[in-house]
């Protein structure tokens, strides 16, 4: 790249903050006391983000009289609940492709409880009284080279023929007169399959109607171990112990106090930017009057949307997988990242040129093979979980949180019938086989992007095990 191009991104990442802006909010709650002594309960629910929120408020609703105590090694919200872009997707497995190649024959009805659990969520933010910027918008998927407008019109035409006609088509003018970007080629409109929210403020909703419908919440309260104990459990905290008669796990990207389910997910880190909020000037310049959210279609991928106050957060591209599955605080930042989005970001608007970005940040996202959630249940039925959410998780949790209690009650559902529900993912395997096996994907995914999507022998191998190395 020549010089004069990496100046402009340089110059916009000056006064950046190493920060996630979601989080960076004066009306952060403040955190519940931790755990001191020994608690008792019905039901225990490990784990402050979406998956841990949605289950103990779910209880509630479902039996008041439940007594239910979730606990949370940081701040609600702090992890990947409060990191992400805010894209609440009705889609339970990853979009429709990933569903109709693993589940065809129930995708419909995977489709309907998506919508579902969708309309249940913006029915929670409602009744709740959640101020998280909630806005039905849809998104738009963004065809940016040519093989990609190919792929757009082969995914509207699959849906419709298996009974999805709610997709749009839209050709490079009509695309461009949503959102203007010289780069644009082509757009798959869904209207209503998504909505963009605050994500750290939807965590703290859900956290403050916890307690208020009586979850006890203690914060700054890690569970270290889980064993079986009477009829029920027993779980360590730093402080205390709490005896539970059931327990739902919602530690996702974090290490599982179930062994045998760590195999199958690993951490990786995505990254996105924040832009100071636009001037009318510089929104007009761009368009975006319908807030749609927004991605390309590349193998490396970009999410973008706008915030309430009108900035741009634009995330992606690089996936970063840590050598022996590590979460750490030291890979929540990577320069090398920001300076990259920074010049894509300007690739894809030069009409922002000048725009300063004032956020900077990443996170763990929990991915699994299948690229979608898997569940489960242990000790007897005593303990259930739910992870692999792979970056779509704002939506799916709530769906993930139904499904552990229905395990937990030991209920036959329409959601615990599913085969998605009933089966598990491949795990990988251990290193340096993972490391190996992700990075060459990474390679061969990025040269598929450079070889107008053709996929080489790798890739193709990997579609053929139902690895699900798509997006």
């Keep these: ?21 979601w989080l960076d909010d004066p009306d952060r709650p403040a955190p519940e006391a931790p755990l001191v002594g020994d608690a008792q309960c ?83 933010v409602a009744r709740y009284g959640i101020d998280c910027d909630f806005q039905r918008t849809g998104e738009i998927d963004i065809a940016t080279q040519p093989h990609q407008v190919a792929e757009l019109r082969a995914a509207r035409d699959t849906a419709a023929r298996h009974g999805f006609t709610g997709l749009e088509l839209l050709d490079q003018d009509a695309v461009r007169a ?40 203690h914060e700054h309260t890690a569970a270290l171990e889980l064993a079986r104990y009477g009829s029920g459990m027993a779980v360590r905290t730093p402080h205390g112990r709490v005896f539970a008669r059931r327990v739902a796990l919602g530690t996702n990207v974090f290490r599982s106090l179930v062994r045998r389910t760590r195999p199958y997910t690993v951490p990786v880190y995505d990254y996105a930017l924040m832009t100071e909020p636009l001037s009318g000037t510089r929104l007009a310049s761009i368009g975006w009057k319908n807030r749609q959210g927004l991605g390309d279609n590349a193998n490396q991928f970009h999410y973008f949307r706008l915030s309430a106050d009108n900035r741009v957060l634009w995330g992606g591209y690089d ?51 299948r690229f979608s959630a898997f569940f489960g249940a242990a000790h007897g039925g005593r303990v259930a979980y739910a992870a692999g959410y792979t970056g779509l998780g704002v939506g799916a949790t709530r769906f993930g949180a139904e499904v552990m209690l229905d395990l937990l009650a030991g209920e036959r559902t329409e959601r615990t019938e599913l085969t998605m529900v009933r089966t598990k993912p491949v795990p990988f395997p251990p290193e340096p086989l993972a490391w190996g096996g992700i990075e060459l994907t990474k390679r061969s995914m990025a040269r598929a992007d450079r070889n107008g999507g053709r996929r080489n022998l790798w890739l193709r191998t990997m579609d053929r095990l139902g690895l699900g190395f798509d997006s």
């Design 319 to 369: 996936a970063i997988y840590p050598y022996g599955g590590k979460v750490r605080a030291s890979y929540d930042h990577r320069p090398e990242t920001y300076e990259r989005l920074a010049a894509r970001f300007f690739q894809c608007f030069p009409q922002l040129e000048g725009v300063r970005f004032t956020h900077a940040w990443g996170g763990a996202i929990d991915t699994c093979s």
């Design 1 to 21: 790249m020549a010089p004069s191009a990496m100046t402009r991104p340089t110059a916009a990442l000056v006064d950046v903050q190493p920060l996630a802006f």
């Design 178 to 217: 949503e959102v203007d970007s010289p780069t644009f080629l082509a757009g798959l409109h869904d209207p209503c399959g998504v909505a963009l929210l605050n994500p750290a403020r939807l965590a703290w909703g859900l956290k403050r109607a916890c307690l208020a419908l009586g979850v006890r919440v």
């Design 42 to 124: 019905d039901l225990l629910v490990v784990g402050g983000g979406y998956s841990g929120l949605w289950t103990a408020l779910l209880a509630k609703e479902r039996d008041p009289s439940r007594d239910v105590v979730l606990v949370e090694g940081r701040e609600a919200g702090w992890a990947a609940s409060g990191r992400n872009g805010g894209f609440c997707a009705a889609s339970l497995t990853h979009g429709l492709p990933n569903g109709l190649d693993r589940w065809p024959s129930e995708i419909a009805k995977l489709e309907q409880l998506g919508g579902r659990n969708l309309d249940a969520i913006q029915a929670a």
